[in-house]
């Protein structure tokens, strides 16, 4: 649960832009910088960043309009974003913001500590949510390796061994255990004991 989160930062103010990079990074956080909304969208499909810090009034595309983008696009919608503004710092500007599929809206200005705070609140979700999805992934592996024991199985007739999907047989017991988290111990049947050792079977019986 402790996985690195990237950040991509995206303020037409080089200033802010340079200190919150600075500050973010010293937290140890991956972060990548742009200042306009077309070096964001592009830096979107290039580095894939877990969050987006993402300034509303922007020189090519105010904030709103790029954040709907992003929620809207496919490959995209699953980045967290986050508005800033030092502006538009109304109530009606934030319930928009958030409206339009935002995960959080900060007004400026905003004390570093506080910026750090949200950061990692939202980097608890981030991980939370992989955590979820790895957990999601095993749980759907688990039903298809049980889904794939159940089905039409060739097994010799003789010996007992199961043709594999590559078309070779192997002993059963190797199958099942390829096939699911089944592990075999041996041992041998009241019915086998008495075939096998016949007179001996009760001596031999544990």
Known sequence: MN????????????????????LLRSAGHIVWE???GQACLQALGEKKPDLVLLDV?????????LCRQIKEDEKLRDTY?????????????QSK????????????????????????????????????DRLIEELRKVISEIKTLRTLLPICSSCKKIR????????????????SH?????????????????????EVTP
């Open 3 to 22: 996985e690195t989160i990237s950040i991509l930062v995206t303020d037409d103010d080089p200033a802010i832009l340079f200190a919150t990079a600075r």
């Open 34 to 36: 742009a200042e306009t």
């Open 57 to 65: 009034l922007l020189p090519d595309v105010n904030g709103y309009t």
């Open 81 to 93: 974003v986050i508005l800033l503004s030092g502006k538009k710092t109304a109530s009606n500007d």
């Open 97 to 132: 913001g958030l409206e339009l599929g935002a995960d959080g809206y900060l007004t400026r200005p905003i004390d570093n500590r506080e910026l750090l705070a949200r950061v990692q609140a939202m980097s608890r979700i981030i991980r939370a949510e992989r955590e979820r």
């Open 164 to 179: 594999n999907d590559e078309g070779y047989w192997q002993q059963i017991e190797a199958y099942i255990s390829e096939h």
């Open 182 to 202: 089944t592990k075999f111990s041996h041992g041998i049947c009241p019915e086998c004991l008495q075939k096998l050792y016949g007179d001996f079977a009760a």
